[in-house]
């Protein structure tokens, strides 16, 4: 039976800088539960099978069975429902949130944050399956419990046509069906494994022509893997690494027994011979399911001239010691982002791709750091810290300890590295990589527990480390007002033209966002500058668009707490006015909101099927309104979404998992599980204090 570990790492090859607070794992114990709590596993399972194609998210289910049992939960308190044209009290809403909290309580960790699941992306555990496979120790470090759960995985997620999406939600491409294919086999399915699965999966593949059209990271995976030839992929000569940096573009500034099996899917994967296929041709041909960012013709013409012109006069001498050098420097990179990392590295992709060169994959480490400080906004909002006091001390210690105190090593400005002591990181400090937006939430929830008692939320966080957070935060604004995310932007957009990457879109710099944007000066006194950014990005229809939420919903509710932050009012900002207008017409008669993923993708605001709520979004929404002073103007809207928020509250004081609702590169969806909890707490809380008792007072 499976056990999820806590804030440990017995082994001497797991390096930490704070004890390895907030790392989360799984490991298997074969004397581990009762029958009846193997059978309760057993019984989750074979639902979320049954139910897979309609319910694709996981809901921590495994997770919260274990914390069940070692945190009990008991609700004293009544279930609250609302009828269509019942009336919300003060008291119904206190007694949600008590029994939210209450909930919310028990998943906590002892050192302060929420585990939980931030996967979604299925291209990710593929390559680690074939960077361990090459490297030859796919048996040493995946133990038979691992493959079979890798393996229930992935079938799990694959679609009824037999392939397999971007992530979970998303409909078949090239690029995951190709690489979760190859991954089961690696993993030793049969070719008609996995009662047909494989066969379909095999299917749909050669369908549509085998897998020469797997778009650019595909054909590098396999190409690793010894199934795709090196001469079908577009050349990255590293002697670009070399180039001065007053380049417009340079790779520091983007974003960054097998043999048998090998001859085997040489054969599954295509419908010509292996040596028959025309490699160069291969080059630049992509799937039609997986086009996101076509490449223009320019593009195509620039991969020409490397490939046949560049890289044959790169191999030779004397030009083949400029090569050696290009590779040695590369080479030091790599190095340099593995101690800086404790070889965690900056995201799952270029971590396996340091392994090589030197069950599910989460698409980062685990989003700890963030998810704690909307969590500590959420439970200061309900205005209940009384009574659930140790939350927020649990939750502040984290804060404090989570906080990047050194900086990286060596010449910053040789390494492409933005200064990093006092920044806050998106999961935990041994990832390295602090983000703006993750500093300034941090910073905002440690000064407001600062201000708070200290016997409730604990010593406040040090001057020194506030002062290095205001430091860095100040040094990550762009001088056009924004903020970008890891370091400032570098280069320009119109290097997008040259995105090798067919299926994300705007991945080649470090962008702008109104979510940073909004972060950063809710903190300190840029608003002059930043709010003329958050309106000139605003849409024409009131809307911002959000960059790491789905969709609009996000977007605007940054953009109005940014505008507010900035001394706006609804009254006096017809920016304001524009937003709200743009919300309120796309509430549904159900009273929320719920955009789908494809909003994301597309551009284009998008219900969900069926014009269905989604909890999320509505506490987006509602938020937004709030901050925006709807209760001065009309109360309806925010009595009609806290109704569906209110009844939508599980027995237990939890609230359900629904789609997906993180996004990132605009066409791939990641999952953020806290989501479902934080929101409508948050919203619920700033209803009750905002707008009932408010009203009650008037």
């Avoid at 990392?341 to 994959?361: A, D, E, H, S």
């Avoid at 604990?458 to 506030?466: K, N, V």
Wanted: proline share 4%; net charge neutral.
């Amino acid at each position: 039976m499976w056990k999820l570990k806590l804030s440990q790492g017995n082994d001497s090859w797991v390096k930490s800088i704070n004890n390895h607070i907030g790392r989360q794992y799984w490991e298997f114990d074969p004397n581990l539960g009762t029958p009846e709590e193997r059978a309760q596993v057993e019984k989750a399972r074979d639902g979320f099978k049954k139910n897979r194609f309609q319910d694709k998210q996981s809901s921590d289910l495994l997770m919260r069975l274990q914390f069940a049992k070692e945190n009990p939960c008991e609700i004293m308190l009544p279930e609250v429902k609302v009828k269509t044209e019942g009336k919300i009290t003060e008291e119904a809403v206190a007694t949600v949130l008590r029994r939210a909290l209450r909930f919310y309580s028990t998943l906590q960790a002892e050192d302060g944050f929420w585990p939980g699941d931030i996967g979604g992306p299925l291209f990710l555990l593929p390559g680690l399956v074939i960077g361990l496979s090459v490297t030859g120790a796919l048996n040493a470090i995946f133990s038979p419990e691992h493959r079979r759960e890798i393996c229930r995985y992935l079938y799990n997620h694959q679609n009824r046509d037999g392939g397999w999406g971007l992530h979970i939600e998303g409909p078949s491409t090239m690029f995951c069906t190709g690489l979760c294919y190859v991954t089961l086999r690696l993993l030793g399915e049969a070719m008609d494994g996995g009662d047909g699965a494989m066969e379909k999966a095999r299917g749909w593949i050669l369908h549509r022509g085998g897998v020469t059209s797997i778009p650019s990271w595909g054909k590098m995976w396999l190409s690793v893997l010894g199934v795709y030839e090196w001469s079908g992929n577009n050349p990255l000569p590293p002697e670009m690494w070399l180039l001065p940096t007053f380049f417009p573009y340079t790779l520091d500034e983007c974003g960054v027994t097998v043999g048998c099996k090998i001859l085997s899917l040489r054969k599954e994967l295509y419908t010509l011979p292996y040596h028959q296929i025309n490699w160069d041709q291969a080059r630049n041909l992509c799937a039609t399911e997986d086009v996101y960012s076509p490449h223009p013709k320019i593009q195509d013409m620039l991969w020409d001239g490397l490939q046949k012109v560049v890289e044959p006069l790169l191999v030779r001498w004397p030009f083949s010691k400029l090569r050696q050098k290009a590779l040695h420097t590369v080479m030091e990179h790599i190095h340099y982002e593995d101690q800086n990392t404790r070889f965690l590295c900056l995201g799952p992709v270029n971590k396996v791709l340091n392994m090589i060169y030197g069950m599910k994959m989460q698409g980062y480490t685990g989003s700890q750091l963030w998810d704690v400080t909307f969590s500590v906004q959420a439970i200061l909002a309900t205005n209940l810290v009384d009574e659930y006091g140790s939350m927020l001390r649990k939750a502040h210690n984290f804060i404090k300890n989570a906080q990047v105190r050194i900086e990286s090593s060596g010449d910053l400005n040789y390494w492409n590295r933005h200064i990093s002591k006092g920044g806050w990181p998106f999961s935990t400090p041994d990832n390295g990589w602090i983000v703006s937006d993750c500093t300034s939430e941090a910073l905002k929830a440690a000064l407001l527990l600062s201000r708070m008692p200290s016997d409730i939320a604990g010593p406040a966080i040090a001057t020194d480390q506030l002062n290095d957070a205001v430091n860095v935060i100040l040094s990550l604004q762009n001088s056009n007002g924004g903020f970008a995310t890891y370091e400032l932007t570098r280069s320009y957009a119109w290097l997008e033209i040259i995105n090798p990457v067919e299926t994300f879109g705007d991945c080649i710099i470090d962008y702008q966002y109104v979510e940073c944007t909004t972060a950063a000066i809710e903190n300190r006194n840029m608003h002059r500058k930043a709010i003329n950014f958050i309106e000139g990005i605003q849409l024409a229809d009131g809307s911002w668009y959000g960059s790491w939420g789905v969709c609009y919903t996000y977007g605007t509710w940054f953009g109005i707490k940014g505008l507010v932050a900035g001394g706006k009012t609804y009254q006096t900002h017809h920016s304001i006015r524009r937003a709200c207008d743009f919300l309120l017409s796309k509430q549904l008669d159900s009273g929320g909101w719920g955009e789908s993923y494809l909003s994301s993708q597309d551009k284009v605001y998008k219900n969900l099927e069926g014009n269905k709520a989604h909890i999320v979004n509505t506490g987006w929404a509602m938020l937004a309104l709030i901050e925006a002073g709807q209760a001065q103007r009309d109360l309806t809207p925010l009595h009609r979404a806290a109704k569906v928020l209110i009844n939508s509250q599980m027995e237990n004081g939890d609230f359900p998992q629904q789609e997906i609702i993180g996004v990132f590169n605009k066409s791939c969806m990641i999952s953020y599980s806290a989501y479902r909890n934080i929101f409508p707490i948050w919203a619920l809380g700033e209803y009750r204090n905002r707008v009932l008792l408010t009203s009650r007072k008037q």
